[in-house]
C-alpha cells in the first residue's frame, strides 16, 4: 500500500514509518517539527519508497494525496510539549484530523486514528477497558490533549457513521523505547536522563500511581494489525504489566549501577493514578499482545540514550 503518516518524525511516528517500509509499503511522510525530530528519518533519506514532506496539517494541503491509507499520529502527545503547545494541540486533533480525515474520504482510503489512554482521564474503572468513558477534566491544564484527542476519536467515528471511511482507532498506553526525547516529561526518559547524569530521580507524589509500559516495537506491530482490521471501534494498545511509578525509579536505578537518589515533588493537576489497559479487545480482535519484556526494553532504550552526545 501507499501510507500517509502524519507526526512522521515523532517518536511512534517515525517507527511506524520503519515497520511499514519493512513490510515493503511506500510511505510519505508529514510532520511540521514543531515537536518531531528530523534526526527520527535521518536514516530514510536514500530510502526510495520514503517520501517527506514539511507541512502543518491543521492548514489546507494544497495536493492530492493518492494513498490507500492515512495513518494520523500528528499532535504532541508528551506532557511538556503539549502544555508547551495547548492550542496547536487543539487545532490537530480537531482541524488536522479533519483534514486528514478528508484525504482518506476522497481517495477512499483507510484512516488510523492514533488516540491515547488519556481519554480516559483519572480512571474509577481499572484496569480500563474500551468501553469506560472515563473521567476527564474538560478545563484542567492537561485538557487540550485529552479533549482534542477525544474530538478526534469523535471526528473520526463521525466520518465512518456518515461517510463510510474505513477507520480505525487506537488508544495507545505508555509507550517508550528509543528516539524518546529526554526532555519531554514523560517518566521514562526522565528518569533514564536523570540516572545517567548522576541527578536526583524526581518522582511526583508519593510514586504509589501506576503506569503500564510498552515497548514502541509491540506498539507499533499492534497498530499496523489494528490498520488492517475491520474493527471501528476503539481498540487499547499497551502493557498490561503494571508497576507503582518508585517501583519504576529503584528499576531504573538498578539497571543503570545509579547512585542518584529519589526526590519526591507535588503530584500535577489531574496526573492519572492508575494507568493499565485491558488488552483483551485486542488480543481477541488482532490476535495481538505485548512481547517485549520491560528488562529487554529498557536495555535497548538504555543503550539508544548512552550513545548520545550528552553522554558520551
Given at each position: 500500500?501507499?501510507?500517509?503518516?502524519a507526526?512522521?518524525?515523532g517518536?511512534?511516528?517515525?517507527?511506524?514509518?520503519?515497520?511499514?517500509?519493512?513490510?515493503?509499503h511506500?510511505?510519505?511522510?508529514?510532520?511540521?517539527?514543531?515537536?518531531?525530530?528530523?534526526?527520527?528519518?535521518?536514516?530514510?533519506?536514500?530510502?526510495?519508497?520514503?517520501?517527506?514532506?514539511?507541512?502543518?496539517?491543521?492548514?489546507?494541503?494544497?495536493?492530492d494525496?493518492a494513498?490507500d491509507?492515512?495513518a494520523n499520529?500528528?499532535?504532541?502527545?508528551?506532557?511538556?510539549?503539549?502544555?508547551?503547545?495547548?492550542?496547536?494541540?487543539?487545532?490537530v486533533?480537531?482541524?488536522g484530523?479533519?483534514?486528514?480525515?478528508?484525504?482518506?474520504?476522497?481517495?477512499?482510503?483507510?484512516?488510523?486514528?492514533?488516540?491515547t489512554?488519556?481519554?480516559?482521564?483519572?480512571?474509577?474503572v481499572?484496569?480500563?477497558?474500551?468501553?469506560?468513558?472515563?473521567?476527564?477534566?474538560?478545563?484542567?491544564?492537561?485538557?487540550?490533549?485529552?479533549?482534542?484527542?477525544?474530538?478526534a476519536?469523535?471526528?473520526?467515528?463521525?466520518?465512518?457513521?456518515?461517510?463510510?471511511?474505513?477507520?480505525?482507532?487506537?488508544?495507545?498506553?505508555?509507550?517508550?523505547?528509543?528516539?524518546?526525547?529526554?526532555?519531554?516529561?514523560?517518566?521514562?526518559?526522565?528518569?533514564?536522563?536523570?540516572?545517567?547524569?548522576?541527578?536526583?530521580?524526581?518522582?511526583?507524589?508519593?510514586?504509589?500511581?501506576?503506569?503500564?509500559?510498552?515497548?514502541?516495537?509491540?506498539?507499533?506491530?499492534?497498530?499496523?494489525?489494528?490498520?488492517?482490521?475491520?474493527?471501528?471501534?476503539?481498540?487499547?494498545?499497551?502493557?498490561?504489566?503494571?508497576?507503582?511509578?518508585?517501583?519504576?525509579?529503584?528499576?531504573?536505578?538498578?539497571?543503570?549501577?545509579?547512585?542518584s537518589?529519589?526526590?519526591?515533588?507535588?503530584?500535577?493537576?489531574?496526573?492519572?493514578?492508575?494507568?493499565?489497559?485491558?488488552?483483551?479487545?485486542?488480543?481477541?480482535?488482532?490476535?495481538w499482545?505485548?512481547?517485549?519484556?520491560?528488562?529487554?526494553?529498557?536495555?535497548r532504550t538504555?543503550?539508544?540514550?548512552?550513545?548520545?552526545?550528552?553522554?558520551?
Open positions: 500500500m501507499r501510507i500517509l503518516v507526526g512522521a518524525a517518536f511512534i511516528g517515525s517507527h511506524l514509518c520503519d515497520r511499514l517500509l519493512a513490510d515493503g511506500t510511505v510519505v511522510g508529514l510532520d511540521n517539527f514543531i515537536t518531531g525530530d528530523e534526526r527520527n528519518l535521518e536514516h530514510l533519506a536514500r530510502e526510495k519508497r520514503f517520501e517527506f514532506i514539511k507541512c502543518d496539517v491543521t492548514q489546507p494541503l494544497g495536493r494525496f494513498v491509507c492515512v499520529l500528528a499532535s504532541p502527545a508528551s506532557p511538556r510539549d503539549y502544555l508547551e503547545h495547548p492550542i496547536e494541540t487543539l487545532d486533533g480537531s482541524a484530523t479533519r483534514n486528514l480525515l478528508e484525504i482518506a474520504r476522497k481517495q477512499g482510503a483507510r484512516f488510523l486514528m492514533a488516540s489512554s488519556e481519554c480516559y482521564g483519572d480512571p474509577h481499572h484496569p480500563q477497558v474500551e468501553t469506560y468513558w472515563g473521567n476527564v477534566n474538560p478545563v484542567g491544564p492537561r485538557s487540550c490533549y485529552d479533549e482534542s484527542k477525544r474530538f476519536e469523535s471526528l473520526t467515528m463521525a466520518f465512518h457513521r456518515y461517510y463510510g471511511v474505513r477507520t480505525n482507532i487506537a488508544r495507545i498506553f505508555n509507550t517508550y523505547g528509543p528516539r524518546m526525547k529526554l526532555d519531554d516529561g514523560r517518566v521514562v526518559p526522565a528518569f533514564i536522563d536523570q540516572a545517567l547524569r548522576g541527578a536526583p530521580l524526581t518522582v511526583f507524589g508519593d510514586g504509589s500511581q501506576t503506569r503500564s509500559f510498552c515497548y514502541v516495537s509491540d506498539l507499533v506491530d499492534g497498530l499496523c494489525r489494528l490498520m488492517l482490521s475491520e474493527e471501528r471501534y476503539p481498540v487499547n494498545l499497551g502493557n498490561p504489566c503494571e508497576m507503582t511509578v518508585l517501583e519504576f525509579a529503584e528499576q531504573i536505578r538498578m539497571l543503570t549501577g545509579s547512585r537518589e529519589i526526590r519526591f515533588e507535588r503530584l500535577p493537576e489531574d496526573d492519572p493514578k492508575q494507568r493499565k489497559p485491558d488488552i483483551s479487545k485486542a488480543v481477541r480482535v488482532l490476535g499482545q505485548p512481547r517485549v519484556s520491560l528488562e529487554e526494553g529498557l536495555d538504555l543503550e539508544y540514550f548512552g550513545k548520545l552526545a550528552a553522554y558520551s
